[in-house]
Structures are given as C-alpha cells and as structure tokens.
C-alpha cells in the first residue's frame, strides 16, 4: 500500500466514523426512544445468525414488540449500498430502547448510548480461543493500540454473555471493559441450547441424512476450519488431503467440509471423490454437523468449545500454527488447551482416526468441557432474556400468553 492510499484510507475512515456517521447518530436521536423497539445488528451475515435465531424467536413469538435487524454485510457489501446499510443500522438503532450486537466493530463502538438505552452483545463464539479486539493490538491481525483507542469496537454494554466464568478475563481485556467488568456475565450463549434440545438433534439427523443420502450407515468426520487472512479477503485453508482420507475411510466414513461462513475462497473438492467428500457450507448449519458428527478435525475455531458438549474426539490440524499465533495469538497456550492431538499432517490424523478406539481421552474433554462451557446448561436463552430485559418485559407478553 503507496503512501497516498495509506493516507486516504486514514482520512476516510476518520471522516466517516468520527464526523458523519456520529452526526447522523445524533441527528436520528433527536428523535425519541420507543419503549417496545428492539434492534439486532447483523454486521457481516444475509440473514439472522445462530446467535440470535432463539432470542428473536422468543421476543417475536411470545411479546408484542417492535423488532429489527439490520444486515450491513461488512466485508460483503461495496460502495453506496453499503453506507445506505449503515446509515439505516444507525436510524433504527437511535430510536431503539435494546441494541442486541453478536461482534464489534468501529461502526457500532463509536455510538453512544442514550439515556434509557440498553445495549448487549451476545458474541459469535464460546470459550476463548483466539484473540480478538484489543487482544490484538500487538499481533498482525489486529489495529494497532493507538488506534483501537481512538476507534473503539465497543460502546457501553449493559450486558455481555459468554460461556463460562473461566473466559470472563479474556472478554474484558479483548472489550477495554476494565472500568466495567461486570457486564460481562457467564449465562450461557443461546445458541447453544439447541444441544439439550432432542427434537433438535433428531431433526438434524434426519436433514444431513436427506442432504448426504452417503452418509446412510456410515459415521462421520466433519473438517471446520477457521478462515485465514483478514475478514475482507477471508479464504479457507486447502491443507486437508481428500485423496488420503478417501484411500482410507471411504468405506466407513463420509467427510464433510464446513467452512467458515465469512469466507471468499474456498478448496474445491476433486470430482473423484464426489461420492465421499461434500462441501456442506451453504447446505447444513453447524448446530446440524455438531449433533451429528463422529469426529471433529478444526484448528483455532470456537465450534470445538460447542463441540465438546456431546464428548466426541477432535483432531487439531495446526500445520501453520507457528505462524498463526505471529498473526493472531490465543488466550491460552495452544497445546495445553487443546483436548485432542495437535497434528501438523494428513498422516497423524489418519493415523489417530484409525486407532481411534484406543488413542480417544473422554475424560480430557469432559474437563474442557467443564472449564470452558459450563454457563451452558441449556437455558442460556431465558437467562439472557431475564437478564437484559428484567421484569420491563413482562408487560409486553402477549395476552393469550398471560
């Protein structure tokens, strides 16, 4: 990058984020807040995420509220449609008495709240894995200290959820709450309640069935890496050697690709090996690949915490891991952490599935399990809902509800 390009991007985002997007901010504000308006801030995602799927069910089905989501689609969106998405995010989030967020971003930590207003962020992820947001401010992936100071990521949270009272240091480094740690509250994610939920699991049985007919008798290996590069120009890795794993397990196995959803490139899978390996990315959920996968190969993704509540093995397919903790860094050390072999080739990890009666440690992810997912009891959705909400809600249950 020339330096006029470094320039123009300094001045650009310093105009849009601290003149015009806060001006406009403050314009929207001049109107008054709705009691009944919820707004849910989608920053990167076409439709409503997992994060947010059994929160807007609960709020839509059972009160009688003015609910919103706004898509912005960073990363995604290009040019006019893209501020037109902002500057909508901003009119409706001015007006509304709850701000519900799942990221951080510049757009939304430069707001400041109004009197009245109550804003959370229910995070994408469980546990602490990776770091992010300040966390960063030393590592290639992240902005560097002086700016992550003068453009903070997070406004003024009422409540923050995570999964477990282990991670609530991670959050608050990662955030800048040291002022206001507690509003970072271990009550679960509500995502993760479909986990306790039978009909759930049973229905994500019967879709991989209908969607992978090949995967009728047979068990399965699910790969979930994270993406790789900045958000932007996201990519999914192309490490994982289908023709080894097909030579192997094609007989007792399907494998099933699950990229990250932020991604813009992603490994083709060989027509040879069509009958074995699918790319189910855009066709299955993860909550769908978690109930039903035998075995979990992923590297730095947050799913493995998610993961760890059914108790099933995990490989951790590390080939650039030297190389990733220079980019990002992790909250804890990589191979302690981990409750699963750490690989660096195709052939350890087919060397451990096939011998993996013997090799698999139960009791390691039951303690990662305990250490890292234990605010996730299965009712995570109600304790959030009570706990931002409090008893103001109440008065926006549906009569027939009463």
């Not at 430069?110 to 602490?128: D, L, P, S, V, Y």
């Not at 023709?243 to 699950?258: C, G, N, P, Q, W």
């Not at 399990?369 to 706990?387: H, L, P, Q, V």
Request: proline share 4%; aromatic share 14%.
């Amino acid at each position: 990058m020339n330096i006029f390009n470094k320039i123009y991007r300094k001045t650009f985002r310093f105009l849009t984020r601290k003149v015009l997007f806060k001006i406009l901010y403050k314009h929207y504000c001049s109107k008054p807040i709705k009691d009944d308006k919820v707004t849910f801030l989608e920053l990167r995602l076409p439709h409503l995420s997992n994060n947010f799927q059994l929160l807007h069910k609960e709020l839509t089905t059972n009160y009688d509220l003015d609910v919103n989501v706004c898509y912005i689609r960073q990363g995604f969106a290009r040019g006019t449609d893209k501020y037109k998405r902002i500057f909508h995010f901003l009119k409706e989030a001015a007006t509304s008495k709850y701000i519900i967020l799942n990221e951080g971003s510049d757009i939304t930590g430069g707001m400041e709240k109004r009197e009245g207003q109550h804003i959370m962020n229910t995070w994408h992820g469980c546990g602490a894995f990776k770091k992010f947001g300040k966390s960063t401010a030393d590592k290639i992936f992240g902005d560097t200290a002086k700016n992550a100071a003068r453009y903070p990521a997070h406004p003024d949270y009422d409540l923050v959820t995570v999964s477990s009272p282990e991670v609530v240091w991670a959050y608050i480094e990662a955030m800048g709450k040291e002022d206001k740690p507690e509003c970072i509250k271990p009550l679960g994610l509500s995502r993760t309640d479909v986990f306790y939920d039978k009909e759930f699991i049973e229905a994500a049985k019967e879709k991989v069935a209908k969607v992978i007919p090949a995967s009728k008798g047979k068990k399965i290996i699910l790969y979930a890496p994270t993406f790789r590069g900045r958000t932007k120009g996201a990519y999914s890795p192309s490490e994982l050697d289908v023709k080894k794993f097909y030579d192997s397990f094609k007989d007792e196995y399907v494998l099933l690709f699950k990229h990250h959803p932020i991604t813009h490139e992603r490994p083709k899978i060989p027509a040879e090996y069509s009958g074995f390996a699918f790319d189910v990315t855009d066709s299955l959920t993860i909550e769908d690949l978690i109930c039903v996968s035998d075995i979990c190969i992923s590297d730095y993704s947050s799913l493995v915490f998610e993961y760890s509540l059914f108790e099933r093995p995990m490989i951790f397919f590390a080939y650039d891991l030297d190389e990733y903790f220079d980019w990002r860094g992790f909250y804890y050390n990589y191979d302690e952490l981990t409750p699963g072999p750490v690989v660096t080739t195709n052939d350890e990890m087919i060397e451990y599935i096939r011998h993996i009666d013997e090799k698999f440690d139960v009791d390691k992810v039951r303690e990662f399990r305990k250490k890292f997912m234990s605010s996730c009891d299965g009712n995570a959705t109600n304790k959030i809902i009570a706990e931002f909400f409090g008893k103001d809600l109440e008065k926006y249950r549906k009569s027939s509800l009463k």
